[in-house]
């Protein structure tokens, strides 16, 4: 299958939006004045209640929907912060030089704010019992980095061939908005596709009794707009509201379009101190999710914590994007791995190998000084988790 051109990625992308808009407002035209304000309105008996409840309630899905649109238009999906470094020993102690050689997106429950979905930073005063921290890397330890954007990824961040851009918590591509949908801006998403197939059903239902009763009982001409919007309102309906079901399925699960659909296993670096080089990489199976908690933990996380604010486009979900809480017992079952992992190795083998780059250079007696560090901080680590 041959790749679309950007060109014509870039033509469906401008259009798509204005067809949606016209889709909208075309129905809503339709409902109002050529359904409930002809048939309920203007032919007896007296139906104004009925009519002004219908056209409230069309209106209301309608409004949101057409603002939830608005602002996944408007709004980034977010990108990667620009940094060409996989370390951040240069950026923390407030520009002095920490002795912190981690990756730059980690996690570790002890670092972690559940109640800001964010991460504090390793500092170079902060005690050794905060270790280990993982993150997710490529099969040989090092951060994922993207040549194109020249940037380091955070955990479940894509790259967009489409959009040539990197975006956090990427969840899919769609030319019908007009880009991604990414960390910034699921929600909207969420809420887009729940009230448009809310106000397809509502349209559905409300107008196909109307149409049958005005023609058979009111004397009422045969209007073709009557079938093509009770055929949009249908397709639309039912096909949307299954859409957004397929993703409320994924908030409350914590996962995206692109992490259900995987088929590669996770590669999950576990560092054991601060020195950069005392890691181990884990393969975690693809059918685990490393990111599912409680449902309603999961559902606030891109939801909000304020129950108002949920069904509302007006706040996105917690945390920056970067790092993500994850699964308690996946987190100590990686750890568990690695440090089994780390003990099942041949001691003279790992010595002569993974001490540094270079480690013919290093004097025989530096060698079992590390490896003493090394397997204190493995044990230590062993008994905390």
């Given at each position: 299958m041959s790749k679309p051109s950007p060109l014509?990625?870039?033509?469906?992308?401008?259009?798509?939006?204005?067809?949606?808009?016209?889709?909208?407002?075309?129905?809503?035209?339709?409902?109002?004045?050529?359904?409930?304000?002809?048939l309920l309105l203007s032919?007896?008996?007296?139906?104004?209640?009925?009519?002004?409840?219908?056209?409230?309630?069309?209106?209301?899905?309608?409004?949101?929907?057409?603002?939830?649109?608005?602002?996944?238009?408007?709004?980034?999906?977010?990108?990667?912060?620009?940094?060409?470094?996989?370390?951040?020993?240069?950026?923390?102690?407030?520009?002095?030089?920490?002795?912190?050689?981690l990756p730059r997106y980690y996690y570790s429950p002890k670092l972690f704010n559940p109640s800001t979905m964010?991460?504090?930073?390793?500092?170079?005063?902060?005690?050794?019992?905060?270790?280990?921290?993982?993150?997710?890397?490529?099969q040989d330890g090092q951060p994922k980095f993207?040549?194109?954007?020249?940037?380091?990824?955070?955990?479940?961040?894509?790259h967009c061939k489409e959009c040539n851009a990197c975006v956090i918590k990427m969840d899919h591509h769609c030319p019908w908005v007009s880009g991604c949908?990414?960390?910034?801006?699921?929600?909207?998403?969420?809420?887009?596709?729940?009230?448009?197939?809310?106000?397809?059903?509502?349209?559905?239902?409300?107008?196909?009794?109307?149409?049958?009763?005005?023609?058979r009982d009111m004397n009422a001409d045969l209007d073709p707009q009557w079938i093509v919007i009770i055929?949009?309102?249908?397709?639309?309906?039912?096909?949307?509201c299954g859409f957004a079901g397929v993703h409320a399925y994924y908030i409350i699960r914590n996962e995206t379009t692109i992490e259900h659909l995987a088929d590669r296993p996770n590669e999950i670096r576990v560092d054991f101190d601060m020195s950069g080089q005392n890691?181990?990489?884990?393969?975690?199976?693809?059918d685990d999710n490393l990111w599912e908690r409680k449902k309603m933990e999961n559902w606030v996380s891109v939801m909000g914590r304020n129950p108002w604010g949920w069904f509302l486009p007006i706040q996105r979900g917690l945390g920056d994007g970067t790092v993500f809480q994850y699964n308690d017992y996946m987190f100590h079952t990686i750890v568990d791995r690695a440090v089994k992992q780390r003990q099942s190795m041949d001691m003279p083998h790992y010595g002569n190998n993974s001490n540094s780059n270079n480690p013919q250079e290093q004097p025989p007696h530096a060698t079992m000084e590390y490896e003493a560090e090394r397997l204190s901080s493995i044990d230590s680590t062993a008994h905390m988790t």
């Open positions: 014509a990625a870039k033509i469906a992308g401008s259009i798509l939006p204005v067809v949606v808009y016209g889709l909208l407002g075309y129905t809503w035209y339709i409902y109002i004045f050529r359904i409930c304000v002809y032919k007896p008996p007296d139906n104004t209640a009925q009519a002004i409840i219908f056209m409230i309630i069309a209106s209301f899905f309608w409004i949101m929907a057409v603002i939830s649109y608005t602002r996944v238009l408007f709004t980034s999906p977010g990108k990667p912060p620009s940094a060409r470094t996989p370390l951040l020993s240069q950026e923390s102690n407030q520009g002095r030089v920490a002795p912190i050689n964010t991460l504090r930073y390793i500092d170079a005063q902060d005690k050794m019992d905060i270790m280990p921290v993982i993150s997710v890397s490529r993207c040549h194109m954007c020249e940037c380091y990824k955070p955990d479940r961040a894509h949908v990414g960390f910034r801006n699921y929600k909207f998403f969420f809420l887009f596709v729940l009230y448009t197939g809310c106000y397809g059903l509502w349209v559905f239902v409300s107008s196909l009794p109307l149409v049958v009763t005005g023609i055929i949009i309102a249908f397709i639309f309906g039912l096909t949307v890691f181990e990489v884990v393969s975690v199976p693809v």
